[in-house]
């Protein structure tokens, strides 16, 4: 649940700004993304194949880590071979996170609005990692 229908709202009832809203206002992580398109480019692929490759790979992490953390079935999803490597080492480095991190999820995406900063986000695990409360945000591209 990224945002929630009709946006996040103080509660007086105005609208307010996702954190995401004001990081891309910022120009965040822009330049990073451009130096990945401008590589596959030289690759010869299109910028919408190596998107779609891409995003579907990060899905499909983030599904196997999602399940994972609501103590649901790890699912099998279906995938071509090439993309083996990538999911596998993926899941190592969560797996070698998690059992290093004693981490306890606590909820799952929930929404929160700052009535002083005026912005709202929904994390994906407000969580204990090694006792300490954390967010837990799940993202599956390079560079972030």
Excluded: C
Aim: no cysteine.
């Amino acid at each position: 649940m990224p945002r929630p229908k009709g946006g996040y709202k103080l509660a007086d009832g105005s609208r307010v700004p996702a954190n995401g809203t004001i990081r891309e206002q910022w120009g965040l992580n822009k330049r990073p993304l451009m130096f990945w398109a401008n590589k596959k480019g030289l690759e010869g692929k299109s910028l919408q194949d190596a998107e779609q490759e891409e995003t579907t790979i990060g899905t499909i992490i983030h599904a196997l880590i999602e399940a994972d953390l609501r103590n649901k079935p790890i699912p099998a999803p279906e995938y071509p071979q090439d993309w083996k490597d990538r999911i596998e080492n993926g899941m190592l480095g969560y797996y070698e996170w998690r059992s290093s991190s004693n981490v306890t999820v606590t909820h799952s995406e929930i929404v929160l609005v700052s009535e002083v900063h005026k912005f709202g986000t929904t994390p994906d695990f407000p969580s204990l990692v090694n006792g300490r409360r954390s967010l837990i945000q799940l993202k599956t591209a390079e560079g972030i």
